[in-house]
Nanobody
Framework: QVQLVESGGGSVQAGGSLRLSCAASGVSYRKHCMGWFRQGPGKEREGIALINSARETTYADSVKGRITISRDNAETTLFLQMNSLQPEDTAVYYC?????????????????????WGQGTQVTVSS
């Protein structure tokens, strides 16, 4: 069973940075595509970054240049480095896993593809 636990959220000023972590168990990067998603107040959940078994990464246009997704070689932790944060980045951030190791491209930033989810970590960006 896949289990994902996010951490690293918090409150920062606009322009600040955060690094989120996702502790993963039951995950194999040979079998799973990993992604980061967020859901702001009153908004739908949106995909912002993903990484597949080949370490290929995909980012939403809204975060390109500001966000980097990565994973450790031990297959235990997924990271999301976020820079130049703005108030519109305020959301609950989730890591997720899908049984699609070859995912890639903007079309795969789709919450419906992902079946395993963490509980989320709150990111609040103040002006």
């Amino acid at each position: 069973q896949v289990q994902l636990v996010e951490s690293g959220g918090g409150s920062v000023q606009a322009g600040g940075s955060l690094r989120l972590s996702c502790a993963a168990s039951g995950v194999s990067y040979r079998k799973h595509c990993m992604g980061w998603f967020r859901q702001g107040p009153g908004k739908e959940r949106e995909g912002i970054a993903l990484i597949n078994s080949a370490r290929e990464t995909t980012y939403a246009d809204s975060v390109k240049g500001r966000i980097t997704i990565s994973r450790d070689n031990a297959e235990t932790t997924l990271f999301l480095q976020m820079n130049s944060l703005q108030p519109e980045d305020t959301a609950v951030y989730y890591c997720a896993a899908a049984v699609a190791p070859y995912c890639g491209g903007e079309g795969d930033l789709n919450p419906a593809m992902f079946t395993y989810w963490g509980q989320g970590t709150q990111v609040t960006v103040s002006s």
